[in-house]
Each structure stands twice: as C-alpha cells, then as structure tokens.
C-alpha cells in the first residue's frame, strides 16, 4: 500500500524558514518524480517545485531563490527548504509522487500540510 505523508507545515513570521518534509513508502522511490503544490484558500492548486528521479529541479517562478527542493532516495524523502517566506505563501502544501510506464500512470498525493505565513 502506498502511504504519502507531508510534515513540518506551521506558523512562521515574514522572513522566516521552515523545512517540509515528504516520506513516502510502497512505491520504488528512486523512480518518482517529486512535486511540491500549494493551495491557497480561494485558488487553484499551483506547482511550487518538482525534482526528477535523477535529482533535476524546478521551481515556479514566485519561489524561486526563496525555496529549495531536494530528495533523499535513501530515506525516501523530500524536502523543501522554504526561506524568506511571504504572506503570500500561505497555503496548504501538498506532495505529489509521481511515475509513469507506458501506458501506466502511477500517482499519489499525501493530504497536505499547512503553512501559515503571518506577524
């Protein structure tokens, strides 16, 4: 069984850092791409960072310089460092696990941590 859970979301002041971790457990890590999204109350899920099954990153423009995604294959493990954190990154942060074979789509999301950004 698949199992994909998120942690270290909390309440941080303006400027501030807090480190998300992802584990996952089920699947062969080493095979799946990593996505962090965020959904802010009133809008639509957008992708924050995703890093390749070969270590790749990408971030949405917003975060960038700010946010930091990384993975630990041998605890499957992903992170993101968030620095100088906004208002604006309040929402709630979810992870995404995601493997393609064709014609196959593995996909599993965890249930979201929360992220509040606030003085």
């Known amino acids: 069984q698949v199992q994909v859970v998120e942690s270290g979301g909390g309440l941080v002041q303006p400027g501030g850092s807090l480190r998300l971790s992802c584990a996952a457990s089920g699947i062969n890590f080493n095979n799946y791409v990593m996505t962090w999204y965020r959904q802010a109350p009133g809008k639509q899920r957008e992708l924050v960072a995703v890093?390749?099954?070969?270590?790749?990153?990408n971030y949405v423009e917003s975060v960038k310089g700010r946010f930091t995604i990384s993975r630990d294959n041998a605890r499957n493990t992903v992170y993101l460092q968030m620095n100088s954190l906004k208002p604006e990154d309040t929402a709630v942060y979810y992870c995404?696990?995601?493997?393609?074979?064709?014609?196959?789509?593995?996909?599993?999301w965890g249930p979201g941590t929360q992220v509040t950004v606030s003085s």
């Open positions: 890093i390749s099954s070969v270590g790749m990153p």
């Open positions: 995404n696990v995601k493997h393609m074979t064709y014609p196959t789509t593995y996909n599993y």
